[in-house]
């Protein structure tokens, strides 16, 4: 019986291995294998699956579950809910993105604190990050649904245009704004292909890739994080978690994906 | 950390791919942290059985990335067999998940 | 008929401004709000000066071009070029300076040395191959423009302050915010126009 079960077998590492460049374009041909190679697998799905159970677990001084969550599709339904967020809802009267979103319902369910919810919502190689957690768990169950993020109510209205002034607005020492660097086509900064997220095409095909897991930090990073070491390296000062800033930046780059499939979670070298 | 694995069987043709996806640090070694050595902690042996057979040996050392994805194939495997993945590491630590075949 | 067009000017100016009261815009005031500060990343680097209120207009074009030229002469007329006349370093020590994408963010510290950032978006010395594009190929650099005295003072001129001569360029104004030394500009300009720099072999 042994015998007959014949056996093929590829271990695939994921560090990035020495890559002899003879030149520009193979170096993006290799990069290229190199994604391909990391779709195989990713390891975002360890963090949905502990996501998922968090979820789940009953938590807080309210002792319980975020099962009762209205993600903007009714209480508990979390099927496709990313797709259309953020959004506008009636209950805070705030137009919300998932990160925030979450963080009131953790209030509001559980009985956390939301400035203490806020302090660090970012994972570290020695510290585990709930938040992201539960952001992988809800973005992987938005997986191959059209991006349609609602744009009707003013509030979402304003928080696209707000979001496309923040998009274009310089400053810091180097005056940069994030259309510094991504407002042109095939453009890329050292090896790093930067999207268009002025046109659709660039725009879908960024905001449906994240979030993400990142192999050289061996964790999973949200959107909020995305958007925090944006503002890093354009040199501005940093961003409060889930301010209204970067929901309504979030709600620009959201809206001009829509149409698009979602494809998180994703994985980034 | 997340703490946990995934593992998936799906048979298509007569070829059964399995993959793993194995929450572990796979440290080096080599790391420092703030100047101090990150002890070596990393994945030894890892194993893959189907329906009770062993199919799959592997040795795995520190040049295997953290949180690492396996792909395996699998001729023989039948849709409800049971595949098994475990794994020990240098400090003697397992761990193991499992997955029904299924048809893909 | 001319009533209309004012009016349709107006209009214009109201939608694209968005001033709240002062002279702060709205968006200004919510990223100050928003946004604080982390390590040497000062909240105060909201703050816009008039360049930067101009080029944070989404279409550009609709910015009339008098108003680009007025602030790109204003910017020329506040360089400083070395006082000894000279512009040409040492290109060896402006290819480690251009490699080095350092400092300035809030994960920095006062100490970090401030890098070129050079090739983050342009191609310069042949054997880096990793460089941006989102400016233009410096490769050859001399040999293409020619090595002369004004070459060398238009390269440093548009290194310490890029926005003198492209208003809404995407380059950082290095010299003009003191992110760079005179002596490390002079290194810049050796790497592009010294007939020995790699650029021009």
Redesign the interface.
């Known amino acids: 019986m042994k015998g007959r079960l014949l056996i093929s077998a590829a271990v695939v590492s994921l560090g990035m291995a020495g890559m002899a460049w003879s030149q520009g374009n193979s170096a993006t041909a290799e990069i290229e294998k190199y994604r391909e190679m990391l779709g195989d697998g990713n390891p975002a799905e360890l963090f949905e699956m502990d996501g998922e159970a968090l979820w789940a677990t009953a938590r807080g001084p309210k002792n319980a579950s975020l099962q009762k969550c209205d993600l903007g599709l009714g209480a508990g339904v979390v099927k496709g809910a990313y797709a259309q967020m953020p959004r506008y809802f009636a209950d805070s009267d705030k137009v919300e993105d998932l990160e925030s979103r979450l963080m009131t319902c953790m209030v509001k369910l559980q009985g956390f604190d939301r400035a203490e919810l806020s302090k660090k919502p970012f994972g570290t190689a020695n510290y585990k990050s709930d938040m992201e957690a539960l952001v992988a768990y809800v973005v992987g169950q938005s997986r191959g649904m059209p991006m349609a993020v609602p744009t009707a109510h003013p509030k979402e209205k304003a928080a696209f245009e707000l979001g496309k002034q923040i998009f274009f607005y310089r400053a810091g020492p180097y005056d940069f704004s994030c259309a510094t660097c991504h407002a042109m086509t095939d453009a890329r900064i050292r090896m790093q292909d930067l999207p268009d997220l002025t046109s659709p095409a660039g725009s879908q095909r960024a905001y449906t890739s994240w979030p993400a897991y990142r192999v050289s930090q061996s964790l999973f990073r949200s959107f909020q994080w995305r958007l925090n070491d944006c503002f890093r390296q354009q040199r501005f000062p940093e961003p409060t978690y889930a301010s209204e800033s970067t929901i309504a930046l979030t709600s620009y780059l959201a809206t001009m994906a829509n149409g698009a499939t979602y494809q998180g979670p994703g994985i980034k070298r | 950390?997340?703490?946990?694995?995934?593992v998936r069987a799906l048979l298509k043709g007569d070829v059964t791919a399995i993959?793993a996806?194995v929450?572990h640090?796979m440290e080096t070694g080599m790391r420092k942290?703030g100047g101090k050595v990150i002890p070596a902690h990393f994945i030894q042996v890892l194993t893959v059985d189907?329906d009770g057979?062993?199919?799959?040996t592997?040795h795995?050392n520190t040049?295997?990335?953290?949180?690492?994805?396996?792909?395996?194939?699998?001729?023989?495997?039948k849709v409800g067999d049971k595949a098994v993945v475990s794994w020990v590491d240098n400090l003697g630590e397992k761990g193991s998940g499992e997955a029904v075949v299924a048809a893909g | 008929m001319k009533a209309k067009l004012m009016m349709g000017g107006v209009l214009a100016l109201a939608s694209t401004c968005l001033f709240a009261a002062g002279s702060e815009s709205v968006v200004a005031a919510r990223l100050k709000t928003d946004f604080h500060t982390k390590g040497i990343a000062k909240v105060e680097r909201l703050d816009q000066d008039p360049v930067q209120i101009l080029c944070s207009t989404p279409d550009l074009d609709s910015v009339p071009q008098a108003q680009q030229f007025a602030l790109e002469k204003q910017q020329r007329a506040e360089i400083k070029y070395p006082a000894d006349g000279k512009y040409l370093g040492d290109w060896k020590k402006g290819e480690i300076l251009a490699q080095d994408g350092r400092g300035n963010t809030w994960s920095d510290t006062p100490e970090t040395p401030i890098g070129g950032n050079c090739y983050n978006c342009h191609r310069i010395s042949p054997q880096e191959i990793s460089f941006g594009t989102i400016g233009p190929s410096l490769y050859q650099y001399g040999k293409k423009k020619g090595y002369t005295e004004a070459r060398q003072k238009e390269a440093y001129g548009r290194i310490y302050n890029s926005k003198a001569f492209n208003l809404c360029a995407p380059m950082p104004r290095f010299g003009h915010v003191g992110a760079l030394t005179e002596a490390q500009i002079k290194d810049l300009v050796a790497l592009l126009l010294d007939p020995e720099s790699p650029v021009n072999k």
Do not use: E, H, Q
């Open positions: 950390m997340a703490s946990s694995m995934r993959t996806i929450s640090p942290d189907v057979k062993r199919v799959v592997s795995l040049a295997v990335s953290s949180n690492p994805v396996f792909n395996f194939k699998v001729k023989g495997a």
